[in-house]
């Protein structure tokens, strides 16, 4: 076989995945790895960087080239996402001095977001980025290891996030894309596509921070010393990449103003593409992946992550491999509306739109009529509910959505899926392929040598089903109360 392939590799919160894609968009070996999240302590969440993301790509690559069908001179370029963004101090010669400090659901740095936020001024930092400080924000983290591991950071001559770290492996080059830079706030100048020599003074010397590219331009070319870990040829380029969620968004055909992802996963994102450079305090906003183009994103801290915690806790007499379908089949059988119980699913705090690390978890309205299924539907119901306020947020900041594509693990949860479409009253398209980010990783690659244009990759992932909305007017009701819940008792379920 001598037809030209594109590796893309994504690094997820729990799982790596890798394919390799022809210029059709079809693909020739797929792959996938599973790995854990450490929680070292209440409101952290790490990953080893060398055994997580850089140890996953490695083994990835060679399972890949192990299939009997594929030669390695085929690889024609390679483009990697990761989860993101993260935190990590590397030294010169890119070796991890700390964990991986993750996302948003690492809520360490609250200290810091205060300090910074009456530092510098809320307002400040919100017009130079286009973002809030929140726990999404790498800035705090940066100050948090600073403040905690001065010697750490002072050793570090990089402070990079998990794509970066994988791409400089790969390189020997430091590089960043504008649309992750954008969450390092308030480092990221959105007005001027630069990093802020103005707002990173109180946090970092910027030239501790990787150099800013678009996510389809060549990073570099892969090394002989990556090429002898990986199994990968020496010189093949490698693109800049970017976070997960944005190739995922890839992956499902999000290109145009208008066209929103509903990622579900272990958390749930949400992509918008948008007519120029808006910003929403609820939001975050950042460039797109390419140039002049814009994005309006959200996130939970917990969706998929609820569910396994219901599993491990309350489904122990289930096959472990079987539980979560058959706890969706169960929860079918009790009405919508989980005989009045609604879920607050804030499980570890909550980013958008309430933007709140201190809120907790709430099951109101517990009877002694109420089943297992009950419970779990209701938890489903109150994730979709999150995901409800969220679309809410994006529509009160003109963001009109075209279309909603769904894509992840847990478009599978026909529950899930049914239940966002009916409580937002918003059809969703499914497509055929449901890889995700790593999908999107091999079209990027395949862009990012001209071999397509953006608009292949209509015909690179069709539409399989569309899901359309049946709206309840118990839904209706029982979002209202969603929100009471919070706000009537956000100062008394804080951590």
Request: charged share 20%; proline share 4%.
């Amino acid at each position: 076989m001598n037809k030209k392939l594109y590796l893309g590799v994504d690094v997820g919160t729990y799982e790596t995945k890798g394919v390799l894609v022809d210029a059709k968009g079809i693909v020739y070996s797929q792959k996938s790895i599973k790995h854990e999240m450490t929680i070292p302590k209440p409101g952290w969440a790490e990953h080893s960087p060398d055994d997580v993301w850089w140890g996953d790509f490695v083994k990835i690559a060679r399972q890949l080239l192990n299939d009997k069908d594929i030669s390695p001179d085929q690889i024609s370029s390679v483009a990697v996402s990761a989860i993101g963004p993260c935190m990590l101090p590397i030294d010169k010669d890119a070796s991890p001095l700390y964990s991986g400090v993750l996302y948003g659901v690492d809520t360490r740095a609250t200290e810091e977001i205060n300090y910074l936020n009456n530092k510098i001024g809320a307002d400040k930092i919100f017009k130079f980025g286009g973002n809030a400080l929140t726990s999404q924000s790498i800035g705090p983290k940066i100050l948090w290891l600073k403040n905690n591991h001065f010697e750490i950071y002072n050793k570090a001559a990089k402070i990079v996030t998990s794509t970066t770290f994988i791409v400089q492996k790969l390189t020997d080059q430091c590089v960043i894309d504008h649309y992750t830079a954008a969450n390092f706030t308030p480092l990221y100048d959105k007005s001027s596509l630069k990093w802020s020599n103005e707002l990173s003074e109180e946090i970092i010397d910027i030239t501790k921070l990787p150099e800013l590219k678009w996510s389809t331009d060549i990073a570099g070319h892969l090394t002989k010393k990556a090429s002898a870990e990986t199994g990968l040829p020496i010189g093949i380029p490698v693109t800049v990449g970017t976070i997960d969620a944005a190739a995922e968004a890839v992956s499902v055909g999000v290109r145009q103003a208008g066209d929103m992802m509903v990622m579900y996963g272990s958390t749930m994102f949400f992509i918008g593409l948008c007519e120029g450079n808006k910003s929403e305090k609820s939001l975050w906003s950042a460039p797109w992946l390419f140039e002049n183009e814009f994005a309006l994103m959200a996130g939970t801290s917990t969706s998929g992550t609820i569910t396994q915690w219901f599993k491990k806790e309350f489904a122990k007499d289930l096959d472990s491999d079987e539980a979560l379908q058959i706890l969706s089949e169960m929860a079918e059988k009790s009405p919508i509306g989980s005989k009045n119980l609604i879920t607050l699913p804030y499980f570890s705090g909550e980013r958008t739109p309430i933007q709140d690390p201190n809120a907790c978890g709430i099951i109101f309205g517990l009877n002694l009529t109420h089943k297992r299924e009950d419970i779990y539907r209701s938890i489903i119901e109150g994730i979709s509910y999150g995901a409800n306020h969220i679309i809410e947020t994006f529509m009160q900041s003109d963001f009109i959505p075209n279309k909603l594509f769904a894509v992840g693990g847990g478009v599978k949860n026909k529950i899930w899926t049914s239940s966002i479409s009916n409580i937002s009253c918003l059809s969703q398209e499914l497509k055929s392929k449901t890889i995700g980010a790593s999908y999107g990783n091999s079209f990027l690659a395949a862009l990012s040598l001209g071999d397509v244009g953006i608009s292949d990759i209509d015909s690179w992932n069709k539409t399989k089903d569309i899901i359309k909305p049946k709206p309840s007017v118990i839904y209706e009701e029982q979002f209202k109360i969603f929100k009471k819940l919070y706000e009537n008792n956000k100062t008394i379920i804080s951590k």
